[in-house]
């Protein structure tokens, strides 16, 4: 062996690096790892005996070492880390790799600083007893050359110098940091717990660096492209980079001796952990699409592909030629295909596409229909129109063979819609019933829906809001259906997550208010159901005053009966949309079967809105004052500088936001039609003081009756405060629970409204019932005559 190779050879290969990237597999380990690290964080904390008696027991296993033993071990520890601090520090000193530094620096910097928090935070209960415990019976070990700090370090370390370094170093920094961690454990130095919640904690942060700063780019080289061409017969005299594609993959585009060119697709493992990460995000979003299980590696997805544009091809379908499937290292594959010459249908004017192109189209999908392919993937860039006028469809790599009629129908939906994109929606559905037959695209009527198609499509149709909703009404006219029933495809949406998590807070805070049952029930068997009554006559109230409210905010004069029944039934929609949004579209909806024009409807529900929430506001500074006088509990009125602070502060605030683009464009779309709708029908009904009466005069009936409802839902148990007190901690919990995405605020107004009435005094056990009476009143009890009023209003067709 030459010296040269005696010398370099115990040094780690750091191997070359010609760029950096952030890495999908990153993001799938980040998240392993931060689950694992949470569970055991949870576990620690929470399953206190669980966790004592395991750690009692490995402890006892080792506790009988010998002090030889013992010493012997942590001199071998000790030695351990020396050579790691080496190991991790010498070869990129040496080397200059000064970003792999700061990487470790960085992580090792993190990692200290939440090893400590962790272990402040879990002492607060359980270790603190183990520890304990265990010395009590001489149990811990006399100390250790390492700390789980140190270890959680070397975990950090180890997980940023893996992409760095060849297959044979990260073997053995594994076995290294294996057998130092299980040393650790036979020394009994620290709780087992804190060793692997250290463990756990190292190897997030130093994923969390990686995906944060990027990781070595190991996609194949040019070169080794080429040799990996030349050994499948395909040697290419130029090689050139073609495009990288919206779905992660490098392309290239080869020449060969003969003048041939080849579409080369290359394919590493990120991609295959991109289509995981897809495939799962597919999995937790919708539902009903269709979707196969992944395949376990990246050799299996290629071949699959493969095979699909073989039969595609087989079958009719214009599709490039396959022309090779080539490994090109241990992890990396290509796929080689005969190069189309074109354009994509994102890149063509509409105008350049003939009658001619748009049949050719549907008579593809047509082919795929028949013979039961389903690509599943088609959107604008996958069509392609070569110099000839001839259009090809590409890229099989979501494809499936003897599929289902659902994808069928799902290829037919994107389709109609790539195709409206392109030449409008009656060309698309009269070219697409002429090809594949009305019955066919009247099937794929469930599925036009936006979560069913690409995000590319998707982002296209948001740039004509109404378009999409104009193709499904012609494909329903074309198929003679009158109400269409859409595959309900999205299992879990941002509201729903949002919603979720409000309800557990709601329980967090609830759940010690219910610590004192026995004291609540006891108030309950001894409440004076005189006052409970009078609840249900101040509920009933309120949608008297909201159909006064009503009544005031459009010109016309409506009927009386069916416009309280119509407040009635908004009650029970409103109860299965958040923030009232069910009730606000059924009032909408009344409105226009009154003869109220559709501008005027939407206008009118606004500015009924807007003065609920202006009474509510008033009422709320009124009732301030007037309880502030002689304090609310622990609660005063705020100094005047306090308050002009506070206004000075929220003015700035909103300035900032207004200097951010996209909050312009947010009140631009969003907040500007509202409430110029609202002040075009404010207009209309200033003209009236009847009008002007019935409206704000409405809102504060509302707004009186829930109060006194919360009044005497506290006085039927007892009472406690005062009723301008109650009035404050009912409109500002109230306020604070409209932010809730839940139906009627379920769980953020019970929260917000007890933590009220305890802060300005009231007893705990008096405070629950109420708020639970004042929800049985407002909210329960008006679902059974709110269903009532909506099928009685439906049937007498005022909905």
């Not at 053995?172 to 294996?178: A, D, F, I």
């Not at 809730?740 to 009220?756: F, Q, R, S």
Request: charged share 15%.
């Amino acid at each position: 062996m030459p010296p040269a190779a005696l010398i370099a050879d115990p040094l780690p290969e750091v191997e070359e690096v010609v760029g950096y990237r952030r890495s999908p597999s990153d993001v799938i380990r980040l998240l392993v790892f931060a689950a694992v690290t949470l569970a055991l964080l949870g576990i620690t904390r929470y399953a206190e005996r669980t966790v004592r008696g395991v750690e009692t027991d490995i402890v006892a296993l080792f506790s009988g070492l010998d002090t030889t033993v013992t010493r012997v071990l942590n001199g071998f520890v000790s030695l351990s880390v020396g050579l790691i601090a080496l190991a991790v520090f010498i070869p990129p000193i040496l080397t200059k790799r000064y970003r792999l530094i700061g990487y470790i620096v960085l992580a090792n910097a993190v990692t200290f600083t939440l090893v400590l928090l962790a272990n402040w935070w879990l002492s607060q209960d359980a270790p603190n007893l183990v520890a304990r415990h265990l010395l009590a019976e001489g149990g811990l070990g006399p100390g250790a050359a390492i700390t789980p700090t140190t270890l959680a370090e070397m975990t950090s370390s180890f997980v940023i110098l893996a992409p760095f370094v060849g297959e044979r170093w990260r073997r053995t920094g594994l076995l290294t940091l294996v057998g130092v961690t299980v040393t650790h454990i036979i020394l009994a130095a620290h709780l087992p717990s804190e060793i692997f919640v250290a463990l756990a904690l190292g190897a997030t942060v130093g994923t969390a660096v990686l995906l944060a700063f990027g990781r070595p780019d190991r996609r194949p080289t040019p070169y080794g492209i080429r040799s990996a061409l030349t050994s499948a017969g395909l040697e290419p005299v130029d090689l050139e980079p073609f495009t990288e594609h919206s779905d992660g993959t490098v392309r290239y585009l080869a020449r060969l001796a003969n003048d041939e060119r080849l579409m080369v697709k290359v394919l590493s493992p990120d991609e295959h952990s991109a289509d995981l990460l897809y495939r799962f995000y597919r999995f937790v979003r919708l539902k009903n699409l269709g979707d196969e299980r992944p395949f376990s590696s990246m050799r299996q997805n290629v071949e699959h592909e493969a095979l699909v544009s073989l039969q595609a091809r087989d079958v009719g379908v214009r599709t490039p030629r396959l022309r090779g499937l080539v490994a090109i290292d241990d992890d990396s594959m290509l796929v080689a295909y005969d190069f189309t010459e074109g354009r994509t249908f994102d890149e063509i004017k509409a105008d350049e596409l003939t009658e001619s192109h748009v049949r050719q189209v549907w008579d593809q999908l047509a082919r795929m229909r028949t013979h039961r392919i389903g690509h599943r993937d088609l959107r604008r860039s996958r069509l392609l129109l070569d110099p000839d006028g001839m259009v090809w469809l590409t890229d099989f790599s979501f494809s499936e063979v003897a599929t289902t009629e659902a994808v069928l129908d799902s290829d037919t939906a994107q389709l109609l819609a790539v195709m409206t994109l392109e030449v409008g929606v009656d060309r698309a559905v009269t070219s697409a019933a002429d090809s594949l037959g009305v019955a066919t695209v009247g099937c794929a009527l469930p599925r036009l829906q936006a979560n069913a198609l690409s995000s590319e499509t998707r982002a296209a149709f948001k740039r004509t809001p109404d378009l999409l909703e104009q193709l499904q009404h012609e494909v329903a006219n074309r198929a003679g259906v009158d109400e269409p029933e859409y595959v309900p495809l999205e299992r879990i949406s941002r509201r729903t997550i949002f919603t979720i998590l409000m309800l557990v807070a709601a329980t967090y805070f609830l759940l010690p208010k219910l610590a004192d049952l026995p004291g609540i029930f006891r108030q309950v068997s001894h409440a004076s159901w005189g006052w409970a009554a009078l609840t249900l006559v101040f509920s009933t109230q309120t949608y008297v005053g909201a159909a006064a409210a009503l009544a005031g905010s459009v010109p016309e004069r409506l009927k009386v009966v069916p416009n309280f029944l119509t407040q009635v039934a908004s009650s029970f929609a409103s109860n299965f949309a958040p923030a009232g949004v069910g009730g606000m579209a059924l009032k909408v909806r009344y409105l226009q079967q009154s003869g109220v024009d559709a501008p005027v409807a939407v206008s009118s529900v606004g500015l009924n809105t807007i003065a609920g929430f202006a009474m509510h506001v008033a009422s709320l500074i009124v009732f301030f004052i007037w309880a502030g006088r002689s304090e609310i509990g622990s609660v005063s009125l705020p100094r005047w500088p306090t308050v002009a602070a506070a206004i000075g502060i929220i003015v700035a605030l909103l300035a900032i936001a207004w200097s951010i683009p996209p909050t312009r464009r947010w009140y631009a779309a969003k907040v500007r039609p509202v409430l110029a709708q609202s002040i075009r029908g404010f207009a209309v009904v200033i003209r009236s003081p009847g009008k002007i009466l019935l409206l704000f005069g409405g809102s504060g009936v509302v707004t009186l009756g829930y109060v006194l409802t919360m009044y005497f839902s506290t006085l039927a148990f007892g009472g406690g405060l005062s009723f301008p007190e109650v009035a404050v901690a009912y409109l500002a919990g109230s306020a604070i629970a409209t932010a809730a995405p839940t139906p009627g605020g379920l769980g953020a107004l019970e929260a917000a409204v007890i933590a009220g009435l305890v802060g300005a005094g009231m007893a705990n056990t008096t405070a629950v019932p109420a708020v639970f009476l004042f929800r049985l009143a407002t909210f329960w009890l008006p679902m059974l005559p709110g269903w009532v009023a909506f099928h009685y209003l439906r049937r007498e067709r005022y909905l």
